[in-house]
Each structure stands twice: as C-alpha cells, then as structure tokens.
C-alpha cells in the first residue's frame, strides 16, 4: 500500500503535540502520512470552549465567531494532551479555546474569529472628543481624516451599543494615528486615542 500525505492544518489556542507540533499560543500545522482514505488519524482534544474543528478528506473547520477577551484567573492550567493520541496524520491538542484546526487530505482550517475588548470610559471619552475635533480640521486630499473619522464612528457606535470594539479596529485606528500621514496626528486627543488604545491592545 502507497502512503498518501495527509495536510493536518490547524490554528487554535493549545497545546498540540504527538504527530503535530503546537504552542500554547495557538497553531498546529503540517503534513501527515494517512492511511490512504484520506481521513487522517483525526483529532483529539482534551478540553475545548471554542473554535471549530474538522476531519476528514477535505474537511473545513470554519471559525468567524466574535469573542470576548478572556483574563487568566490564577489556579487555572491548561488541560492536558489526551493519553490517547490519534493515529498517524492526526493532531492531539490539549485546550482549544478558539482558533480552528482540521485534520485529513486537502484539509483546511480558517480561523476569521475577531476579539472584542472591552471599551474603556477613557478611550470613549477620547474618540468622542476627537470625533468633534473632525470638521474642524482643514482639509486637503488624501489627508487620511475620513479614514480616521470611520474608524472613530465604527468604535464609538460598537462601544455604546455593546460595551465592546473589534481588535483589529483598534490596531487600525492606533496605525493611522500613529503613521503620520495623516492630518489628525498632531491632535492631543488623536495622541489621547492611541494611548488609550495601546493599553488595552497590550
């Protein structure tokens, strides 16, 4: 019998061993030797709270939730690999709290999860306020303050109605603030945004 490669694909937040490699930052991924039916040696999880997993030939582990930051709480460990790992081509991980992992031939993983955080009074504070200091501003073209402007909006629209803003919004708004291409840098309240935003994404 010929050995097929069995593409194990994975994104999660774990530990990961036995025939795939992980950290516990989150990623699980390589080729496989499989049994020939494409199946994989599937996948075993020892506690799961998130994410997606898949397995099988051309199987997909979609993963598009939105999920709040979560704080470590002292006492609490990751759990362990399961004893019984999976066979060849599979992948064993210990906690998967999100992310996705897939397992099989032609297999794959797309994790397309935003994190939320939870918005500060003090950073609302400061995008309201530089939300105002918009207009006033001169305009020229490509002065990036409508880029700046939709961010602020998409913020303080998510933050009031839900407490919570995408993480990658205010990697955004923190870049374009930052860049100094933009005309709203030189404003204490932009430089007010960022730093308030930086502490929350550190």
């Not at 961010?151 to 708004?173: D, I, P, S, Y």
Request: proline residues 2%; neutral net charge; glycine residues 18%.
């Amino acid at each position: 019998m010929t050995d097929r490669k069995d593409d194990a694909h994975g994104n999660a937040n774990g530990n990961a061993n036995g025939n795939a490699n992980g950290n516990a930052n989150g990623s699980a991924y390589g080729n496989r030797s499989g049994n020939g039916n494409g199946a994989g040696g599937g996948i075993a999880i020892g506690r799961m709270t998130g994410g997606a997993v898949a397995a099988g030939e051309r199987a997909r582990a979609e993963n598009r939730a939105e999920r709040a930051a979560q704080e470590a709480h002292a006492g609490t460990g990751l759990a362990r690999v399961p004893a019984e790992t999976p066979n060849d081509g599979g992948i064993a991980v210990g906690e998967l709290t999100g992310g996705a992992v897939a397992a099989g031939r032609e297999a794959r993983a797309l994790d397309a999860s935003r994190d939320l955080l939870a918005v500060t009074p003090e950073l609302l504070e400061a995008v309201t306020a530089l939300r105002a200091q918009l207009p006033l501003l001169a305009r020229s073209e490509g002065d990036g303050v409508d880029a700046v402007g939709d961010e602020l909006a998409g913020l303080e629209a998510e933050a009031r109605r839900t407490g919570r803003t995408q993480r990658g919004r205010l990697v955004r708004l923190r870049a374009l603030l930052g860049s100094g291409a933009t005309a709203v840098g030189g404003l204490a309240s932009a430089a007010a945004v960022a730093e308030a935003a930086g502490r929350l994404l550190a």
